[in-house]
């Protein structure tokens, strides 16, 4: 089983994100935050392989700023940045720590994207 964070402060995308990924058992939501640091707090105890991390999100850190971060603590998991806003794609090329890049309006690529991370087949 793959263990999936979601840190997402929408509400709404929080359950579509939780529901992409009911559609394939091998994978399981293990933790859901509003907020980086939440995250932080969830990923210490949950020890997530795959995270759907938001860029704009409560509390004081982004999600570009939370990534290494949380790289530190889960070293192996693949983070997806998962944001509204393309602009932001060439700030993920240059942090080592977001693995993927994928804007919401594509989220029909969520699914496959975090089964190629975990190293599954489609």
């Given at each position: 089983m793959t263990s999936v964070m979601i840190v997402e402060d929408d509400l709404d995308l929080q359950s579509l994100?939780?529901?992409?990924?009911?559609?394939?058992?091998?994978?399981?939501?293990?933790?859901?935050?509003?907020?980086?640091?939440?995250?932080?707090?969830?990923?210490?105890?949950?020890?997530?392989?795959?995270?759907?991390?938001?860029?704009?999100?409560?509390?004081?850190?982004?999600?570009?700023?939370?990534?290494?971060?949380?790289?530190?603590?889960?070293?192996?998991?693949?983070?997806?940045?998962?944001t509204a806003h393309a602009e932001l794609r060439t700030k993920v090329e240059e942090q080592p720590a977001v693995d993927a890049f994928l804007l919401k309006t594509e989220s029909s690529r969520l699914l496959g994207l975090a089964q190629r991370l975990a190293g599954l087949p489609a």
């Open positions: 994100i939780e529901a992409i990924f009911s559609m394939d058992s091998r994978f399981l939501v293990a933790g859901l935050a509003e907020s980086a640091e939440h995250a932080l707090e969830i990923a210490r105890t949950t020890t997530p392989q795959i995270i759907v991390l938001d860029h704009g999100l409560a509390g004081a850190l982004t999600g570009i700023d939370a990534a290494p971060r949380l790289k530190e603590i889960v070293p192996h998991a693949g983070i997806i940045l998962f």
